[in-house]
């Protein structure tokens, strides 16, 4: 996918880094760079974000413009090392499930011992639908289903997913869907929650709404077990 220079990308929250190597300590990570030869400009009492407590930025807000940037060259560095669109939105799901599991810890760590675990398949639906939904994009979900055919299925619809709100699809690439990356985040919030699942992105394109995306969550059977054990006891 080629990258205009008219029209990058915008939007989400959480910003991309590439992981970390595996020889690569955390703490090695979270200090700055002290040597002058730098081209990188820190504040002068040398703190950086690592140092900040983390409730301090619960209800800070990501420019949409830095975002649109910072997913727009994750989209072109996951480009430049697949084959083909299948493995492009792959890869994007790689790292959108990375993001989901720190959003997750990060959630967890503020809520402590008032944050609720849900047992059952529709609360955990409902807590990624608002609560996870609200804090990534600054709205809730615009759908939430249950497929009528099969039991492990249910789908959640995002009108205008913000990832794909600057994003220019070449025409021999018209089938790629960048919320890939929104779907990544799904899955790993509700595998987090001991709801293993597996997730994806589909366009259902509309008048209305062009960008439309449907996530398909398909539960693991495992997940469905225990569900007929829970309404069986109650």
């Not at 090392?81 to 967890?108: F, P, T």
């Not at 366009?203 to 693991?220: A, G, H, M, N, R």
Request: aromatic share 8%; charged share 25%; with cysteine.
């Amino acid at each position: 996918m080629h990258r205009q220079s008219s029209e990058t990308v915008r939007s989400t929250i959480v910003p991309f880094s590439p992981p970390a190597s595996k020889h690569t300590s955390m703490s090695s990570l979270a200090q700055p760079p002290m040597s002058s030869s730098s081209s990188l400009r820190f504040p002068q009492n040398r703190k950086t974000i690592y140092d900040r407590h983390l409730n301090r930025s619960k209800t800070s807000e990501l420019s949409k413009a830095s975002f649109a940037f910072l997913f727009g060259e994750m989209v072109g560095y996951a480009q430049k090392r697949v084959a083909g669109i299948q493995d492009l939105e792959k890869k994007l799901n790689a790292h959108g499930y990375m993001v989901g599991q720190r959003l997750l810890e990060l959630y967890s760590w503020r809520e402590g011992r008032s944050a609720k675990r849900e047992t059952r398949i529709l609360g955990a639906l409902q807590f990624l639908t608002t609560t996870v939904w609200t804090s990534l994009f600054n709205k809730a979900a615009d759908a939430l289903e249950k497929s009528r055919e099969k039991e492990d299925e249910y789908m959640i619809a995002d009108n205008e997913p913000v990832v794909n709100t600057y994003i220019s699809i070449p025409k021999e690439m018209g089938t790629l869907n960048c919320a890939a990356f929104q779907a990544g985040v799904i899955e790993a919030v509700l595998d987090g929650c001991s709801f293993p699942c597996n997730v994806t992105a589909h366009s259902v394109v509309s008048e209305q709404f062009p960008q439309k995306t449907i996530f398909l969550i398909k539960f693991d059977q495992k997940v469905l077990d225990r569900e007929a054990q829970l309404g069986a006891s109650t």
